[in-house]
């Protein structure tokens, strides 16, 4: 009951009809499956865009294959289905986009009206199989060159104010989304860079600033989340952006993501000033060999630091951990605790790692990769990496650092409960125990 809006598709949908195209969006958010199927069967068939993540694998499969049958051609797209093309095009998909979807679709559906099939050799960014089943995969697709020409995200194409409404019934807060950038420049070796590289574009600042007015004049939300991968990258854009936002008199409360360190006392300030209540920063782990070994280039100290600065000026903090990274060992997960007990972030989220298919991560792991279930009904979540320690290891080892982290905040408040205090040690030494127990379970 947090739900946001598909960007990727609206900025698609807004970019389509700019040319000229009529679109219809399907936002499965507020509806099902049989309702779709029900428009698929209902036709006339005509041309189906799909968006894929790793999560949506399976119902992606189950959407293409019902298409098929009602005689639409499909298009699959996203941040999956580049990495997985062969598999896709053969659960139903008659073309694979890889990278940004604007103008390669925009070329496909020019294509497809021309009713010119071998154009599609001339379209950069797709992969798709002649009709005697040879895989082709054209050329790469540029990037697009100025993101300030581009439409804003089609929300109207939407229920946009039934997100706002949903966020308010069940939050007291109706929340909005906005993106003031594309792309990560960053090499984290298990982040998934399959739409943009590793490259970074920007909106001009006075854009955003006009659009999240915009926001505010048709949605009246309460607050913001800005679902860039690096909200605080360019401190002179960060500058720029607060001071158009004051040109406005506009303030709206707002959260992001950020690195530790792209943070410091200056941007802290700054955030607060725009409105800022949190900031989410990728941590990962309290071990700098695991950090390195991630090559994340930050240290754990930036980390402490960066929640320390938002803190001491009411900003939330937020943090990512990571279990299981390669090389992880008991003596990285007692770091990962100290560190998160000495950091003290007002919320901290854990996941085993998982490799993802196309990142460095994945490539360094893939002969000790295996699937539990079939492709089509499993994600890169499911995968088993042999040889890492075991799921109850990593089971543990939350445990342990919720237990401890509960024990250190006790300990700071005023009038700590003796037997509250001591029924958690008891805790922290089952669940220490529990772990070094499981330190020997290896998946095979
Ligand atoms: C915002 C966000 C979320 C939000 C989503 C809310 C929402 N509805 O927007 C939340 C927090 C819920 C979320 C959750 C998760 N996320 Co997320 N998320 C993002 C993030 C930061 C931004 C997405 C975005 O708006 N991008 C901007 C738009 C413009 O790009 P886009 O969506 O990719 O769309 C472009 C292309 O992909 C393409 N395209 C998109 N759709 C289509 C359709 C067709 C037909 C075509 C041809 C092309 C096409 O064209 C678009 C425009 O150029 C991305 C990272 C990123 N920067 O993209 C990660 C990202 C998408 N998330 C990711 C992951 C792993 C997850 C989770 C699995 C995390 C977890 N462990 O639970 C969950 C999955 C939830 C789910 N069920 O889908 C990965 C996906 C990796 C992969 N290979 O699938 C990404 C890429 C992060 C990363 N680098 O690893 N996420």
Redesign the pocket.
């Given at each position: 009951m947090k739900p946001?809006?598909?960007?990727?598709?609206l900025?698609?949908c807004s970019h389509l009809r700019k040319k000229g195209f009529a679109v219809e969006v399907f936002d499965s958010t507020f509806s099902s499956k049989e309702d779709l199927f029900h428009v698929l069967r209902q036709g006339p068939p005509s041309i189906l865009?799909?968006?894929a993540?790793?999560?949506?694998r399976s119902n992606v499969i189950e959407i293409l294959k019902e298409a098929k049958l009602c005689g639409w051609q499909t298009?699959?797209?996203?941040?999956?289905p580049g990495?997985y093309p062969d598999e896709y095009l053969d659960a139903g998909a008659d073309i694979v986009?890889k990278?940004?979807?604007?103008l390669?679709?925009e070329e496909i559906l020019r294509a497809r009206r021309a009713d010119s099939e071998s154009a599609l050799d001339a379209i950069d960014g797709i992969v798709f199989r002649t009709p005697d089943g040879k895989t082709v995969q054209t050329g790469p697709r540029a990037l697009i060159r100025e993101l300030d020409a581009q439409p804003w995200p089609a929300r109207d194409a939407i229920d946009t104010a039934r997100y706002v409404s949903t966020w308010r019934q069940h939050h007291g807060q109706g929340s909005v989304?906005i993106?003031t950038a594309?792309?990560?420049p960053y090499h984290c070796r298990w982040?998934?860079?399959?739409?943009?590289g590793k490259t970074h574009r920007r909106r001009d600042p006075s854009s955003v600033a006009d659009e999240l007015a915009w926001l505010v004049d048709h949605y009246h939300p309460d607050m913001a989340w800005i679902?860039d991968?690096v909200f605080t990258i360019h401190h002179g854009w960060l500058n720029r952006y607060a001071a158009e936002l004051k040109s406005r008199n506009l303030r709206l409360p707002f959260e992001c993501i950020s690195r530790a360190d792209r943070l410091n006392s200056q941007v802290a300030d700054t955030l607060a000033e725009i409105g800022c209540f949190r900031v989410w920063i990728g941590s990962e782990s309290g071990s700098q060999k695991i950090l390195d070994a991630m090559e994340r280039g930050v240290t754990v100290e930036q980390v402490q630091d960066a929640v320390a600065q938002c803190k001491s000026r009411g900003i939330q903090t937020g943090i990512f951990l990571m279990w299981g990274y390669e090389g992880e060992e008991l003596d990285d997960v007692e770091a990962t605790i100290h560190h998160v007990k000495k950091t003290n972030p007002d919320v901290f989220l854990t996941?085993v790692s998982y490799p993802?298919k196309?990142t460095q991560y994945f490539s360094e792991v893939a002969n000790r990769v295996e699937a539990f279930r079939p492709w089509s009904v499993s994600s890169d979540?499911d995968l088993k990496i042999k040889g890492r320690h075991s799921r109850r290891f990593y089971g543990f080892a939350d445990q342990l650092l919720k237990a401890e982290v509960e024990l250190a905040r006790l300990s700071t408040t005023r009038s700590t409960d003796a037997s509250a205090v001591a029924s958690i040690q008891v805790k922290i030494a089952e669940c220490r125990r529990n772990l070094h127990g499981a330190a020997s379970e290896i998946e095979v």
């Open positions: 946001y809006p598909p960007l990727g598709v900025y698609i865009g799909v968006y993540n790793l999560m949506t298009i699959v797209g996203g941040p999956e990495a986009v990278g940004e979807g604007e390669t679709l989304s993106i594309r792309g990560c982040c998934s860079h399959e739409v943009f679902a991968d996941t993802i196309g979540r």
